[in-house]
């Protein structure tokens, strides 16, 4: 079946230090993928997006990595912050026979930034 | 703006008991959903809508319903409230049904059966 799952489901660094979350996806055709920061008793929030023509996309301090070839996607935060914890979700986006679309999350993981 | 809103934030609910999830957008957009999320589960799609009058399944569906009367409104009915359903239900919308322009989530309604 389809699954997006990720490969740590916590991560710890220290202020300043750069971050590196990964996703892993299983369908092959799938051609879009999304990245989302959740913040404790609020909603995902998107951060950066990246289509399956490109291998790297980069926005305000994160970076998002596709490898088409393994499966697997990356997000990297330079430069973390307190602010930055939260929990990451990846999504991809899934094409149904029917033509319509749909969004499936990973299971997340916990960002915390140590002072 | 308001965004997405959802409402009520927090709701307990007896077992057998029937409610609806309300949420509303003023964005214009046709794309709706509901997800439930789960610790360690991550976001699980219940049901979808690609504009009014049209409204799909996601992968967990059972147990809920919906309706997509007008562009902006998109509840979620529990017909029969069960503990598999205390969860945090987030409601997302977005422009374009293909999802490529990313979604707008609300902040959430916790449920909890006992």
């Known amino acids: 079946g389809e699954s997006v799952g990720l490969h740590l489901p916590t991560l710890s660094v220290q202020e300043g230090d750069n971050s590196i979350i990964n996703c892993a996806y299983s369908?092959?055709?799938?051609?879009?993928f999304i990245w989302y920061k959740q913040e404790s008793g609020k909603g995902p929030q998107f951060i950066i997006d990246i289509r399956s023509n490109m291998d790297k996309r980069q926005g305000q301090r994160v970076t998002v990595l596709l490898n088409k070839t393994v499966k697997h996607l990356s997000l990297q935060i330079a430069a973390t912050q307190p602010g930055d914890s939260a929990v990451y979700f990846c999504?991809?986006?899934?094409?149904?026979?029917?033509?319509?679309?749909?969004?499936?999350f990973g299971k997340g993981t916990k960002l915390t930034v140590n002072p | 703006n308001a965004g997405v809103t959802q409402t009520p934030k927090f709701q307990v609910l007896k077992t057998g008991q029937s409610m609806t999830l309300q949420c509303a957008q003023d964005?214009?957009?046709?794309?709706m959903s509901w997800y439930r999320q789960d610790p360690g589960m991550g976001l699980r799609l219940i049901h979808y809508s690609v504009g009014a009058g049209i409204t799909d399944q996601g992968e967990v569906p059972n147990g809920y319903n919906v309706s997509r009367s007008t562009t902006e409104d998109f509840p979620l009915r529990l017909l029969s409230a069960a503990p598999s359903q205390t969860s945090v239900y987030f409601c997302a919308s977005s422009y374009s049904w293909t999802g490529k322009n990313g979604y707008t989530f609300g902040s959430g309604t916790r449920l909890t059966v006992v």
């Open positions: 369908n092959s055709a799938s051609d879009y």
């Open positions: 964005m214009n957009h046709e794309y």
């Open positions: 999504a991809e986006n899934i094409s149904n026979q029917g033509g319509s679309e749909k969004l499936v």
